[in-house]
């Protein structure tokens, strides 16, 4: 039984927590970005090659087929159209994360130069001191 507690302490702590649903986000996040790039920037990049940037190409091996029209062997081809659309995902999801963290340090920074006023107990302790006085 003490290894369950454990296991629940440990899978309750907020990090963990937190963990899970960063990494859900992302994952959702990511089929977004992916739908853009190869929705709208792929297609619009393909317009100045004439064909989608993610179906281009370089066929190494043209893919066998018999009598029936039926595929033997599968072509060999480099497919370094989906490579550059790959690493046009990459760079926007790095950027987006670049402005998350940086967006979250300056609210940080903002959070740690805002200096903290006494707590409720320390006014009211502060109120007490000077009533006596008088």
């Known amino acids: 039984m003490g290894m369950m507690k454990e296991f629940k302490d440990f899978a309750m702590k907020g990090s963990l927590v937190d963990i899970a649903v960063a990494f859900v986000m992302g ?3 990511g089929k977004v970005i992916t739908a853009f ?19 281009n190409m370089y066929v190494l091996k043209e893919a066998v087929m018999d009598a029936s029209g039926k595929v033997v062997t599968e072509a060999v081809a ?25 967006s979250i340090n300056a ?28």
């Open 27 to 29: 994952a959702a996040f």
């Open 78 to 102: 480099i497919k370094w159209g989906d490579f550059i659309t790959q690493i046009i995902n990459f760079i926007i999801v790095a950027f987006v994360m670049f402005i998350v963290i940086k």
């Open 37 to 55: 790039t190869e929705g709208i920037v792929s297609p619009l990049i393909g317009l100045i090659g004439g064909t989608d940037l993610s179906k």
């Open 107 to 134: 609210m940080k920074k903002k959070e740690e130069a805002t200096p903290a006023g006494p707590s409720s107990t320390d006014a009211l302790l502060m109120e007490i001191r000077d009533a006596l006085k008088k």
